[in-house]
């Protein structure tokens, strides 16, 4: 490089970043309250707790509780009414944060008082696994005996594991992860010393081994017999967890939704029958009459080849961006619509994720050369171009890419507070507002938009009715094959990914309720004339993730008090 051009690079470079910190400092004034560094630091040092102590578990529960009790004094020592509106929602949402991991904290207690009554040596494993995190060099030949006990005892114990007793099935499948985990602990000990400690591994090769390929038999059979009592009445091999309506009810309340879940499900029952309305109109024009799941028929045998779908899904989000962008909905950074990708989905996760999934990667589920022909039909057909028009840009922009894109820019710190209401809510918010302004204009379009609706209050009905113990998995996948007219393996596929997939109790309705809760705030603040359609979807996205009665608390200004609860009752503001 010429020298002029050398010093004259290293000059423009030193005042760029000469301007970083100002710059930083500008953000840091508009986007953070006064409570954000609280919220950094409480974060981190809980992250850290779950890191460094999980495989000490009285060590992590007792630390944890000091933790969050030191949080709660500190939290009452703040001067609330001298917080800013931004301070103030922070306060309770961190508030509310430390009360739910005070909860968890319990339900630990709870699951490893089980463990040792199972198992009596899990006090021991837990000295071993305390003495490992040190560093200490172990009497090789006394963990050999501990461990061999331990093996002979699992044996003895996998014959006739009695859990009779433990009526509550959440708390029976918590026992269950916890003592794959102490498994674990033990390995973990196990790979820190063998083939470094020689008198460890003289004494422990053979032993722990045996001790090890005991374990597994021994969950193996604990798993056989919670299943047993969890799935009594059910044939459709879908497992999952109710939690019942205690829980229920102080997960809404986590979550500040004011609704029982009973009101929940009549709310879903409402949007459903205002479907049904809609989609046999939609059904009238294509000259089926009321018999909408013949035009759904229909719609379904719209599927393009293999081969073709890439090329589909980007025409879609092409169109909705186009359209959002005509009619001044919310602003999409240029670089958004240029960072999102594809790939193909497995054949393995499609048996959970029959439909795509999405955010800066969009995963596309179609058939591949490996599945039968019914399920490459099945497949083909439940990712129709009607349906995928509905959805893509529930995916990408301006849902969940656009979402995760202003979350990282704007308001990061509130991450320890998001939920599925925010995140999945505002994704189906946009299919309810796309079809208010006109986006579906065919019946097919409408169908497409429609089905996906129906499916939403679905979600609602099966997922609570499950939770509250009334119905099975397999009554799940009937009432969806009944009701929205999926495909029967789509339908498993769905109740799978609902029980089995790792999402809360809460994480399927979450998308109709979080999506009513903007409805109900767009009415509030768009339809009043307040703000414009683009101004308050900006808002939202830099507000960042976290429930939604925050999020309307801060826009319109809504008195906060430091015991502060859950009060807005959403859903009688929207008229149909």
Same mark, same amino acid.
């Given at each position: +490089?010429?020298?002029?051009?050398?010093?004259?690079?290293?000059?423009?470079?030193?005042?760029?970043?000469? %301007?970083?910190?100002?710059?930083?400092?500008?953000?840091?004034? @508009?986007?953070?309250?006064?409570?954000?560094?609280? *919220?950094?630091?409480?974060?981190?040092?809980?992250?850290?707790?779950?890191?460094?102590?999980?495989?000490?578990?009285? &060590?992590?529960?007792?630390?944890?509780?000091?933790?969050?009790?030191?949080?709660?004094? $500190?939290?009452?020592?703040? %001067?609330?009414?001298?917080?800013?509106?931004?301070?103030?929602?922070?306060?309770?949402?961190?508030?509310?944060?430390?009360?739910?991991? +005070?909860?968890?904290?319990?339900?630990?207690?709870?699951?490893?008082?089980?463990?040792?009554?199972? *198992?009596?040596?899990?006090?021991?494993?837990?000295?071993?696994?305390?003495?490992?995190?040190?560093?200490?060099?172990?009497?090789?030949?006394?963990?050999?005996?501990?461990?061999?006990?331990?093996?002979?005892?699992?044996?003895?114990?996998?014959?006739?594991?009695?859990?009779?007793?433990?009526?509550?099935?959440?708390?029976?499948?918590?026992?269950?992860?916890?003592?794959?985990?102490?498994?674990?602990?033990?390995?973990?000990?196990?790979?820190?010393?063998?083939?470094?400690?020689?008198?460890? @591994?003289?004494?422990?090769?053979?032993?722990?081994?045996? @001790?090890?390929?005991?374990?597994?038999?021994?969950?193996?059979?604990?798993?056989?017999?919670?299943?047993?009592?969890?799935?009594?009445?059910?044939?459709?091999?879908?497992?999952?967890?109710?939690?019942?309506?205690?829980?229920?009810?102080?997960?809404?309340? &986590?979550?500040?939704?004011?609704?029982?879940?009973?009101?929940?499900?009549?709310?879903?029952?409402?949007?459903?029958?205002?479907?049904?309305?809609?989609?046999?109109?939609?059904?009238?024009?294509?000259?089926?009459?009321?018999?909408?799941?013949?035009?759904?028929?229909?719609?379904?045998? $719209?599927?393009?080849?293999?081969?073709?779908?890439?090329?589909? *899904?980007?025409?879609?989000?092409?169109?909705?961006?186009?359209?959002?962008?005509?009619?001044?909905?919310?602003?999409?950074?240029?670089?958004?619509?240029?960072?999102?990708?594809?790939?193909?989905?497995?054949?393995?996760?499609?048996?959970?994720?029959?439909?795509?999934?999405?955010? &800066?990667?969009? $995963?596309?589920?179609?058939?591949?050369?490996?599945?039968?022909?019914?399920?490459?039909?099945?497949?083909?057909?439940?990712?129709?171009?009607?349906?995928?028009?509905?959805?893509?840009?529930?995916? *990408?922009?301006?849902?969940?890419?656009?979402?995760?894109?202003?979350?990282?820019?704007?308001?990061?710190?509130?991450?320890?507070?998001?939920?599925?209401?925010?995140?999945?809510?505002?994704?189906?918010?946009?299919?309810?507002? +796309?079809?208010?302004?006109?986006?579906?204009?065919?019946?097919?379009?409408?169908?497409?938009?429609?089905?996906?609706?129906?499916?939403?209050?679905?979600?609602?009905?099966? $997922?609570?009715?499950?939770?509250?113990?009334?119905?099975?998995?397999?009554?799940?996948?009937?009432?969806?094959?009944?009701?929205?007219?999926?495909?029967?393996?789509?339908?498993?596929?769905?109740?799978?990914?609902?029980?089995?997939?790792?999402?809360?109790?809460?994480?399927?309705?979450?998308?109709?309720?979080?999506?009513?809760?903007?409805?109900?705030?767009?009415?509030?603040?768009?339809?009043?004339?307040?703000?414009?359609?683009?101004?308050?979807?900006?808002?939202?996205?830099?507000?960042?993730?976290?429930?939604?009665?925050?999020?309307?608390?801060?826009?319109?200004?809504?008195?906060?008090?430091?015991?502060?609860?859950?009060?807005?009752?959403?859903?009688?503001?929207?008229?149909?």
């Amino acid at each position: +490089m010429p020298a002029f051009f050398k010093h004259f690079f290293i000059l423009f470079v030193s005042l760029y970043l000469s %301007h970083i910190p100002q710059v930083f400092a500008q953000s840091c004034n @508009t986007d953070f309250s006064e409570m954000a560094g609280d *919220i950094v630091r409480f974060e981190a040092g809980w992250r850290d707790l779950n890191r460094s102590l999980q495989d000490i578990p009285p &060590d992590w529960i007792y630390a944890r509780d000091t933790y969050l009790h030191e949080w709660e004094d $500190s939290l009452e020592s703040v %001067h609330f009414d001298r917080l800013s509106q931004e301070g103030k929602a922070d306060y309770i949402l961190l508030k509310y944060a430390v009360q739910h991991y +005070m909860d968890e904290n319990n339900q630990q207690q709870q699951v490893w008082a089980v463990v040792r009554k199972l *198992i009596p040596l899990t006090d021991s494993i837990f000295e071993l696994s305390r003495k490992r995190h040190v560093g200490d060099r172990l009497q090789a030949q006394h963990v050999a005996a501990i461990v061999d006990e331990l093996g002979k005892t699992l044996q003895q114990q996998a014959r006739h594991i009695d859990l009779t007793g433990l009526s509550d099935m959440r708390l029976a499948f918590q026992v269950l992860q916890a003592v794959h985990h102490l498994q674990d602990i033990l390995k973990g000990m196990y790979d820190f010393y063998m083939g470094y400690d020689p008198a460890f @591994t003289w004494w422990m090769q053979t032993t722990y081994h045996f @001790t090890d390929s005991v374990f597994s038999v021994y969950t193996d059979s604990l798993r056989a017999v919670v299943l047993r009592k969890e799935n009594r009445h059910d044939q459709s091999g879908i497992h999952g967890v109710p939690i019942g309506r205690e829980e229920l009810m102080k997960l809404l309340h &986590d979550e500040m939704i004011p609704y029982t879940p009973e009101e929940l499900i009549d709310i879903a029952n409402r949007e459903y029958n205002w479907c049904l309305q809609q989609i046999k109109k939609a059904s009238a024009a294509m000259g089926y009459g009321e018999d909408w799941k013949k035009a759904l028929e229909k719609v379904k045998e $719209s599927y393009v080849p293999p081969g073709e779908q890439p090329q589909l *899904i980007r025409k879609l989000e092409d169109e909705a961006i186009r359209f959002v962008q005509a009619h001044h909905l919310v602003t999409i950074p240029q670089l958004a619509m240029q960072t999102w990708t594809m790939e193909m989905m497995s054949p393995q996760r499609q048996l959970v994720n029959p439909f795509f999934t999405g955010g &800066d990667v969009l $995963s596309i589920s179609y058939p591949t050369n490996t599945m039968s022909y019914a399920d490459k039909m099945m497949s083909m057909r439940g990712n129709n171009p009607y349906f995928s028009r509905a959805t893509v840009f529930h995916e *990408i922009i301006p849902g969940h890419y656009l979402q995760e894109y202003m979350n990282e820019r704007y308001r990061s710190y509130r991450w320890p507070f998001h939920t599925a209401f925010w995140t999945e809510g505002w994704a189906f918010y946009w299919e309810m507002l +796309m079809w208010d302004k006109g986006y579906d204009q065919t019946p097919e379009q409408q169908i497409g938009a429609l089905f996906w609706r129906m499916h939403r209050c679905a979600r609602i009905v099966f $997922s609570i009715n499950f939770h509250l113990g009334k119905w099975t998995p397999e009554q799940c996948v009937e009432y969806l094959i009944d009701k929205v007219g999926h495909e029967r393996a789509n339908a498993e596929g769905e109740v799978r990914r609902s029980f089995e997939g790792g999402y809360g109790p809460l994480y399927q309705l979450a998308y109709m309720i979080g999506a009513l809760q903007f409805y109900a705030l767009h009415h509030e603040l768009v339809d009043s004339g307040k703000m414009t359609d683009q101004a308050f979807h900006d808002a939202i996205l830099k507000e960042g993730n976290m429930p939604i009665e925050m999020v309307r608390a801060i826009l319109e200004h809504t008195p906060l008090k430091k015991d502060y609860q859950p009060q807005w009752r959403f859903y009688q503001e929207i008229s149909k």
